[in-house]
């Protein structure tokens, strides 16, 4: 039996051989699921932390920085559920971060510090001075290049700095243009997406030979360039931070192919890629956001609405094997609520719903509320549950009429139902 449950499109789906993109929703404080196959967007796959902002993923896993609780927040791409949370040190402000091998490294843009986690233990187990408000980072031959944006002081003087990864210590500096945000290795070569000052210093893009920290080539690509992505068609592409287009450059010749004067349009804030193809990200503040998704030739292949302000994109190749009689809600039973829908007021005044549900191992029990944009707006039980049935009743004291949908959710397990809230 396939489950089905409700998802802003009233679906999800296990796909076969294709591509997930995960998009994470700082504004609605959530991640997106989007099934390329099924052409099916889950807005509120995961709820994440206070300014959530970039997302790494490796194994089964998805890793989460969440600038303003100072954390990284592991979730478990299968189901949703959150795994841990691991905390670095106040004021961190943690912006970007990097995998490699067997631990996660973070960069803390108010500390100027460079955060390494063993991701076996899930803790901080050291940590490194850099430059001024480090960014992106990249690794190659085991040394970590952190691209160091200073805008506490104007952009001036920017670096990459060069962390030796044995003795994880600083062993150099490389200067740079404004800005440095985004960093990325391509044939050998480091490539620093530099933005520019919001002034008059827009975007450039520098490749750097990390042997010898000479820069090799300066790419004037114009705009306010953000992000890295490579698709296996020998073209690195980069969103601009206003959304105003998607650039491109040939990643040997380095030959301009999009600029600020010929952009690749929609425009994007984010971009990803894959062997498969290529996402964009892209919307207005304090709006749902858009994905559109390209093949190599660029030609559309979908387009999806997610939460409110995204901040990443990450793109995950799913495997080919399908099992048609997989269950992915067999550790719950959640039943529709009632009444549904439920009316703000009657005669006895606020109506409340009651949830049964069953659960069929012990652990940590989350049921949530969320809005039709995947905004988090009421968590209406945490806590420990033994296994067996229960109930919960409700009353939505401060909501507004509307469609919304709940979420009943364990550390391996989660359904949801839509509730409708009348006047």
């Not at 899930?122 to 960014?135: F, H, W």
């Not at 290529?278 to 559309?300: I, K, P, S, T």
């Not at 495997?319 to 005669?347: F, T």
């Not at 409340?352 to 968590?379: C, Q, S, W």
Request: charged share 15%; glycine share 10%.
């Amino acid at each position: 039996m396939k489950i089905v449950t409700f998802i802003i499109l009233l679906g999800i789906s296990i796909s076969a051989s294709g591509l997930i993109i995960f998009v994470v929703n700082s504004g609605s404080e959530t991640l997106s699921r989007i099934d390329t196959v099924a052409g099916e967007v889950d807005n509120v796959f995961a709820v994440l932390g206070n300014q959530a902002n970039r997302i790494a993923l490796y194994d089964d896993c998805g890793l989460v920085v969440n600038s303003g609780d100072n954390n990284l927040q592991k979730i478990n791409l299968n189901s949703g559920a959150t795994i841990s949370y691991i905390y670095l040190e106040p004021a961190a402000n943690p912006y970007d971060l990097t995998i490699y091998q067997d631990h996660a490294y973070v960069s803390g843009a108010l500390s100027n510090r460079i955060y390494k986690v063993n991701l076996q233990q899930e803790i901080m187990v050291d940590a490194v001075q850099v430059g001024n408000n480090p960014a992106g980072l990249a690794v190659y031959n085991n040394k970590l290049y952190v691209g160091n944006t200073n805008y506490t002081a104007g952009y001036e003087n920017c670096t990459v700095s060069v962390v030796d990864l044995d003795s994880f210590s600083l062993v150099s500096e490389i200067p740079v243009p404004a800005n440095p945000q985004f960093l990325m290795f391509y044939a050998d070569m480091l490539h620093v997406c530099c933005t520019g000052n919001w002034v008059d210093e827009t975007g450039i893009v520098v490749v750097i030979d990390p042997v010898t920290g000479d820069t090799i080539a300066s790419i004037e690509i114009g705009g306010y360039p953000v992000f890295f992505a490579e698709t296996g068609s020998e073209t690195i592409y980069l969103a601009d931070a206003l959304n105003e287009g998607i650039y491109a450059y040939d990643a040997n010749s380095f030959e301009i192919i999009y600029d600020t004067m010929h952009p690749f349009l929609p425009g994007g804030s984010a971009v990803a890629g894959s062997p498969q193809g290529l996402a964009v990200l892209g919307g207005e503040w304090g709006q749902n956001f858009d994905v559109w998704y390209y093949d190599n030739n660029e030609v559309l292949l979908g387009n999806y609405t997610v939460g409110v302000y995204g901040t990443d994109i990450k793109i995950r190749e799913e495997g080919s094997a399908v099992d048609e009689n997989l269950d992915i809600g067999s550790g719950i039973i959640l039943e529709q609520n009632y009444p549904n829908p439920l009316y703000l007021h009657d005669k006895r005044g606020i109506t409340p719903t009651v949830i049964h549900y069953h659960i069929f191992e012990a652990g940590k029990v989350n049921i949530e509320l969320f809005d039709i944009k995947g905004k988090r707006v009421a968590m209406l039980y945490t806590g420990w549950q033994v296994a067996g049935s229960h109930m919960i009743a409700w009353r939505p004291q401060s909501l507004l009429p509307g469609i919304y949908i709940y979420r009943l959710s364990t550390i391996s397990q989660q359904q949801f139902r839509k509730l409708c809230i009348l006047k």
